[in-house]
């Protein structure tokens, strides 16, 4: 199956990142606003940014300039954010709705009736805003059950979303989950997309 490669650039150098980039990798992950900005400029402008990390809804139009897709929709008040900053500069812009799948209390995401609160708003109104599937976070445990399991909960929501709201709608094709430490399980469990970073760096 086709699986996307999302190479996340934080706390790596530039050098590092290029050496990636060198070898053909255009879709580039960022945590932090401040990052994101610095390396924008300093890449090529071929790159494709997502943003993947936790968002403030203040640095939505400091990001929306730059990214191809928000990965990190977490919140309603952030949707409702990049839908009138989107609207402001007239950019299309492509997220992905971050579903709570992770148990620590420090995991940021959405609860399936929030979630859906998005997509029917999203699909009564016209927007820039094309939701394109979700994102999740497993907990970062060694239980390689509890993992999977989490991964499960987020493709069988996933399937709903789909079944229910986007039978007609191709964009609505992603799943992001996995990182460098269970990338394996999440595509077993069905992402189109991982978020890798210490991997490459090795």
């Not at 990214?67 to 952030?78: A, F, G, P, T, Y």
Request: hydrophobic share 35%.
């Amino acid at each position: 199956q086709n699986v996307t490669l999302v190479a996340v650039s934080k706390t790596r150098l530039d050098d590092q990142v290029m050496a990636l980039y060198d070898q053909g990798q255009r879709i580039l992950g960022e945590n932090r606003v401040n990052e994101l900005e610095r390396k924008s400029e300093y890449f090529p402008k071929d790159v494709e940014w997502h943003m993947i990390g936790h968002l403030q809804s203040k640095k939505v139009k400091n990001v929306l300039p730059i990214v191809s897709m928000i990965q990190s929709v977490d919140s309603k008040k952030l949707y409702d954010k990049i839908v009138n900053e989107a609207a402001k500069i007239d950019k299309k812009i492509s997220v992905l709705l971050q579903y709570k799948i992770g148990q620590e209390e420090a995991k940021y995401g959405l609860n399936k009736e929030t979630l859906e609160t998005i997509i029917h708003e999203n699909q009564s109104e016209e927007t820039n805003i094309k939701i394109k599937g979700l994102m999740g976070m497993a907990s970062f445990v060694d239980d390689q059950d509890q993992v999977r399991a989490e991964f499960a909960e987020l493709k069988s929501i996933y399937d709903y979303c789909k079944s229910t709201y986007f039978t007609t709608d191709d964009n609505f094709c992603e799943l992001s989950m996995g990182m460098s430490g269970d990338y394996i399980i999440a595509i077993e469990e069905g992402a189109t997309m991982v978020r890798i970073g210490s991997l490459l760096f090795k």
